[in-house]
């Protein structure tokens, strides 16, 4: 069992910045991986970034690399997601989540996921 956490979420102007955390809680193992994903209003929840937990190896969604960066420290069981160059359309609730699959590659797919938190909202304002 894994319990997950988000905070950090806010309301930004365009161009702006944020970091997201989530703190997890539960027995974790190094080949889990951990994601972040984004559901705006009307829209299908969608794959941001993900990590795996014990090696460090990332996947982003094409839109946001080079502007937001997915890590994670695992002394304090927390993921991280810095967000930069925001722009509105990247208005959405962003949700963590954790996977305990046992995969070589990570996955984007929600369905992979077990654990989810519950969400954090980011707004960027033109």
């Known amino acids: 069992q894994v319990q997950l956490v988000e905070s950090g979420g806010g309301l930004v102007q365009a161009g702006g910045s944020l970091r997201l955390s989530c703190a997890a809680s539960?027995?974790?193992?190094?080949?889990?991986?951990m994601g972040w994903f984004r559901q705006a209003p009307g829209k299908e929840r969608e794959f941001v970034a993900a990590?795996?937990?014990?090696?460090?190896?990332?996947s982003y969604k094409d839109s946001v690399k080079g502007r937001f960066t997915i890590s994670r420290d695992n002394a304090k069981n927390t993921v991280y997601l810095q967000m930069n160059s925001l722009n509105p359309e990247d208005t959405a609730v962003y949700y963590c989540?954790?996977?305990?699959?046992?995969?070589?590659?990570?996955?984007?797919?929600?369905?992979?996921?077990?654990?989810w938190g519950q969400g954090t909202q980011v707004t960027v304002s033109s």
């Open positions: 990590i795996r937990w014990g090696g460090g190896s990332t």
């Open positions: 539960g027995r974790i193992s190094s080949y889990y991986f």
């Open positions: 989540a954790a996977s305990t699959k046992l995969r070589p590659n990570l996955s984007i797919m929600r369905s992979e996921y077990d654990y």
